[in-house]
Each structure stands twice: as structure tokens, then as C-alpha cells.
């Protein structure tokens, strides 16, 4: 592979007490491209702009999936990923599901391991906080016809990350629009997938609302996702998660916090999950908790649920009482190697590799 270090770094201008999510950019990138079906050209070099034409297909008919990962710290500065062959499996189930080339996995693994072994300066060190990592992948064949592209060009950007502060949720059950459909993509990190969700979460925003309690598209009855995050709830002495199928994208915080429950003996529920259920758990005071995870937020609670024009709230409990937290910290103690990973997800990430 290819390295163009930059002969300047950004990083001195950043403010790392101050960091929105997405705002700056490692010095970085890492790109490689497929072409006459092979891979060519990795290459580390300076984030910088990329030249497409106007006609590359991504443009037309949305061929693009992407991963969503973190880098993070520990006390000593080692550098760790979390379960990324979990990431890389995902991007290329999302590729075949699009009709795009799979990408091998020494082009993923070390394109994304030299990239935040040259960039490890861009993770912020204290708790909570990391270097969030977008893999992604486009096609840039240049003629415009509604088929799968030949070219493609695959490319990883990171982009330093506070710790997400979370206030309680008011989220809105969807009964109109849908994220996926059954057959469909819903369960693939298709970059179309968060545009066609974008119309009914800025309607369910103006209305007040968080996030969208995503539904089935058929009958609206059945919890799916929240927002950009999977849903667990908190019935009496269990956690309870949509099971998967092909409209949810399976996330690997929510298989790591079901996990990490599991092994703390609490009784782990996968199965369908009706609206109703939820509104009678809440109205008989056994839901206890309900909260979305994902990547970029970790975990996140609720505070209400909107359900046909009705708020539902959900008990107050102190933090000391949220399994919700809980799982939380276990899960980021066991990224900032703060505890023993028995399940083997932390990969340290050595140095001038
Ligand atoms: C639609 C959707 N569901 C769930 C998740 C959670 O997945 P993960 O925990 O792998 O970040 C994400 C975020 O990536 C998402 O975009």
C-alpha cells in the first residue's frame, strides 16, 4: 500500500474539549479502487477532496453503502478497535445486497488498521470520547444507465467524536411512513436508506419529537428500529429486541449490550414486539426502561412515547436504577480497556504497523 503523509497537519487547530459530532477530519484518508475487476491502487493519503465526474453512478442510482466504527484510547494511549470484522462483514453484505463488488478483506483490515495507526493522534483519550471511523463504498462508473457500475472506489475517513451527552428521548411510533420494507434493504447500511428516512423524521421533529419509532411497513403494529439506532426495552426482569430480520439493520452495539446482559444472567428476548404490548407495558408500570444503541450514541433512554397523538411516559428513574447505564459503562469500560474483555472484541492496534 501507498503512503502520502500530509506536510501539515490540522491537528493543532483542533479544539479536542470541543468537538461536534462530524466537523473535523483526521489528516488522513484511505482509498482503493476497483477497476476491470480487481482492486488497484491503495493508497494512504492526505483527506483531501476526490474528483468524480458528473455522470459516476453513485450520483444516479445510489449505489453506496457505508460502516459506521470507533478507535478508542485507553489511559496509556493504546489504541484499540472495536469488533471491526463485524463492520466489514456488514459493508459486504450491504455490497452483494446492491450489486456491488464485495471488498477483500486484507484491503479493508489494513487500509482501515494504517490509517488509524498513522492518524492515532486524532482519538481523544478521555472516556466515552473516540475517533469514529466511515467506511464507505460508491460506484464511479461513468455512463448513464440504470445498471450496476464496473468501477468502484472504496474509501475510510475518521473523524474525532466527544462522548455523546443524552438527554431522555420523546420519541414518536411511526404509523405512516416506513424506513424498509419486507425484501427490501432495510437490513443493509445503504446510504439511500437514511435519505428516504429523512422527510417523516424532520416531520416528526417539527412536531416535537426526538426520533422515529420505526414500525412494519404493512401494518404499523410491530416495533422495528428507533431512528438510526436498534431498540431494546426493559419488561419486568427481561430486555426485549425486535428480532432480527431483513428490514432492521442488525447493529453490533445492540448484539454487544445483549451480550453483555446475557452473561450478567438477564433474560434476553429476540422475538416480535407489538406496539400494544409496549402501550400496555407502560400503562400496567412493567416496561421499566426503553432505550435505542447504536455506534455513534452508545445508548440512549427514553423519556415519552407518542403513539397516535397520545404521550406515554415512561417511569423516572434515578440513573442508579437504569439497567440502561449500566450496560452502558460495561460496554464502555470494555472499549477504553477498562475492564477484562472475555468476549475477545477489543483489538489492540500496534504501532507503525
Ligand atoms: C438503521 C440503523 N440501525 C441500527 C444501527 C446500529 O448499528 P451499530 O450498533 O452497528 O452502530 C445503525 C447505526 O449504525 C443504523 O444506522
Redesign the pocket.
Same mark, same amino acid.
Request: net charge positive; charged share 25%.
Given at each position: 500500500m501507498k503512503v502520502e503523509k500530509t506536510i501539515y497537519s490540522r491537528i493543532k487547530n483542533i479544539n479536542f474539549n470541543n468537538i461536534s459530532f462530524g466537523k473535523y477530519y483526521s489528516d488522513h484518508m484511505f482509498s482503493s479502487e476497483f477497476k476491470n475487476g480487481k482492486w488497484i491502487n491503495s493508497i494512504i493519503k492526505p483527506f483531501g477532496k476526490i474528483l468524480l465526474s458528473p455522470i459516476s453512478l453513485v450520483f444516479h442510482y445510489g449505489q453506496a453503502v457505508f460502516? *459506521?466504527?470507533k478507535a478508542y484510547k485507553d489511559k496509556d494511549n493504546k489504541v484499540f478497535l472495536f469488533r471491526p470484522k463485524? !463492520?466489514f462483514k456488514?459493508i459486504n453484505k450491504s455490497a452483494i445486497r446492491l450489486e456491488m463488488p464485495p471488498i477483500p478483506e486484507d484491503i479493508f483490515m489494513n487500509g482501515l488498521r494504517k490509517l488509524i495507526d498513522i492518524d492515532r493522534d486524532w482519538i481523544p483519550k478521555s472516556y466515552g470520547k473516540s475517533l469514529y471511523i466511515r467506511p464507505f463504498l460508491i460506484a464511479t462508473s461513468t455512463i448513464l444507465s440504470a445498471k450496476p457500475s464496473n468501477d468502484y472506489m472504496f474509501i475510510i475517513v475518521s473523524t474525532p467524536v466527544d462522548s455523546y451527552y443524552n438527554n431522555p428521548l420523546k420519541v414518536k411510533i411511526e404509523d405512516k411512513y416506513s424506513?424498509s420494507t419486507k425484501g427490501g434493504v *432495510?437490513f443493509t447500511?445503504a446510504a439511500g !436508506?437514511?435519505a428516504s428516512s429523512f422527510y417523516p423524521t424532520r416531520i416528526a421533529n417539527n412536531e416535537g419529537f426526538d426520533q422515529i419509532l420505526w414500525t412494519d411497513s404493512y401494518t404499523h403494529t410491530k416495533i422495528e428500529?428507533l431512528?438510526?439506532?436498534?431498540v431494546i426495552f426493559w419488561f419486568k426482569d427481561k430486555l426485549i429486541t425486535p428480532k432480527a430480520n431483513d428490514r &432492521?439493520?442488525? *447493529? &453490533?452495539?445492540? !448484539?454487544?449490550i445483549l451480550s453483555i446482559a446475557k452473561k450478567e444472567k438477564i433474560i434476553v428476548e429476540e422475538r416480535n414486539l407489538n406496539v400494544k404490548e409496549i402501550i400496555e407495558g407502560i400503562k400496567k408500570g412493567e416496561l421499566k426502561e426503553a432505550f435505542g444503541? *447504536?455506534?455513534?450514541a452508545v445508548i440512549n433512554f427514553f423519556k415519552t412515547i407518542n403513539y397516535k397523538g397520545n404521550n406515554f411516559y415512561l417511569p423516572d428513574l434515578p440513573k442508579s436504577d437504569r439497567l440502561s447505564l449500566l450496560l452502558k459503562k460495561k460496554l464502555l469500560d470494555i472499549q477504553h480497556n477498562l475492564s477484562e474483555d472475555t468476549f475477545g472484541w477489543r483489538i489492540l492496534l500496534k504501532k507503525n504497523i
Open positions: 460502516e *459506521g466504527m463485524e !463492520n456488514r424506513r *432495510g447500511k !436508506n437514511y428500529e431512528g438510526t439506532m436498534n &432492521i439493520l442488525r *447493529g &453490533i452495539t445492540c !448484539n454487544s444503541c *447504536g455506534t455513534a
